[in-house]
């Protein structure tokens, strides 16, 4: 069942990416916080809490190269899904030509353990399994040949694997770090991969859909936001931005679903509780004012059948089922219920233009 979830999760993910604009939106809310980090140290450390299938990661680090053309950049992703880490990965060749003072890491370790991944041996008894991948040459095409190819393809086949819980809880089957950088640069970087380094902390986080919007505020700041806030560098900063539905969105998954709230707390709750209960680190941090944006379904030309989910309504469908995280079961009483079906398929035809609503806000550390 945990498996089933899993990959059926991913599917409406899928079908979500390419139905929307929603990468593009956050990665231009994204671009002005790069631009400002600070321009007096010789290298910088950016955390993707979540890197999908690396679109954002992508653009990160392509506005950081504008942005700050000389500086290092060491950027850590963490991603548990092995297809979104090849798909990550295929994004990253023409980095490391554009910008070749590049170090990346890919990890799939728990919030709480980032902070311990690059400079242990073991976690909770498992062994870090680590993979360097030094690239030879000056441009993309070998770069993509070095990175596609089979040493760093069958570590990843016999590491990179996952396990489900019986509550459908996802996780690694072994910690893993790859780290992938330029020859040329090799000597430069090298005081960053050796394991007595010991600041790894960031100077910017994303975190992008890191928690379930039904979650309940202390959750998300027990299991991600505070993990991630003690990972701050000093003036470091913490963008969150997830999703809040939106009017449309909310009022479909009320006709369908009237007993769940797929949306129960904001940004404002979350920010009210960490200064509301502070621990004796929440009066090192600022918070920033929480904004919200908007991104649309992308609407097929008439009469075409999408790649995903078919026609546009099914596709509308399964989008707006994948905001709310309805879980399968609740679907399945719905789809039994074919008056209510009728229905919730009439209000998504006569809504016409579907909105997603997201909000961003950022928390920084101050001393």
């Not at 690239?135 to 996952?162: P, V």
Request: hydrophobic share 35%; net charge positive.
């Amino acid at each position: 069942m945990g498996k089933k979830r899993f990959f059926d999760d991913r599917l409406k993910y899928l079908s979500f990416i390419q139905n929307t604009g929603e990468k593009k939106e956050i990665s231009l809310r994204l671009y002005p916080h790069v631009a400002n980090m600070s321009k007096n140290k010789s290298y910088l450390r950016i955390l993707d809490a979540g890197t999908g299938d690396g679109t954002i990661k992508s653009n990160i680090i392509k506005s950081f190269h504008k942005y700050h053309p000389y500086t290092s950049l060491l950027i850590t992703g963490k991603e548990v899904s092995y297809e979104d880490l090849k798909n990550t990965l295929d994004k990253m060749p023409d980095r490391f030509v554009e910008h070749p003072n590049l170090l990346i890491t890919m990890t799939n370790v728990k919030f709480s353990e980032l902070g311990l991944i690059e400079n242990s041996k073991k976690i909770k008894n498992k062994k870090v399994k680590e993979f360097n991948l030094i690239l030879k040459s000056n441009n993309s095409f070998d770069f993509n040949d070095q990175i596609s190819g089979s040493q760093l393809g069958n570590f990843i086949k016999k590491n990179w694997g996952i396990e489900i819980d019986k509550k459908g809880r996802t996780s690694y089957s072994n910690p893993c770090l790859i780290r992938i950088y330029r020859e040329d640069n090799e000597n430069h970087l090298k005081q960053f991969i050796n394991s007595d380094y010991k600041n790894n902390n960031y100077d910017l986080i994303i975190a992008s859909q890191a928690y379930r919007a039904a979650s309940s505020v202390k959750v998300k700041i027990n299991n991600v936001i505070g993990p991630l806030m003690n990972l701050l560098n000093k003036s470091g900063n913490l963008l969150i931005t997830h999703s809040c539905g939106g009017e449309s969105i909310q009022k479909i998954l009320k006709l369908a679903f009237k007993d769940k709230e797929a949306f129960p707390n904001t940004a404002e709750d979350i920010i009210k509780h960490l200064k509301d209960h502070p621990s004796e680190e929440n009066d090192k941090y600022s918070f920033g004012k929480p904004s919200k944006y908007f991104f649309k379904f992308k609407k097929a030309p008439d009469q075409t059948v999408t790649e995903l989910f078919g026609h546009s309504n099914d596709a509308k469908w399964a989008n707006i089922l994948y905001v709310g995280q309805i879980p399968e079961k609740d679907i399945q009483v719905l789809e039994a219920n074919t008056k209510l079906h009728n229905k919730v398929k009439k209000a998504i035809d006569s809504a016409g233009q579907i909105s997603f609503q997201n909000e961003i806000f950022n928390i920084k550390k101050i001393v």
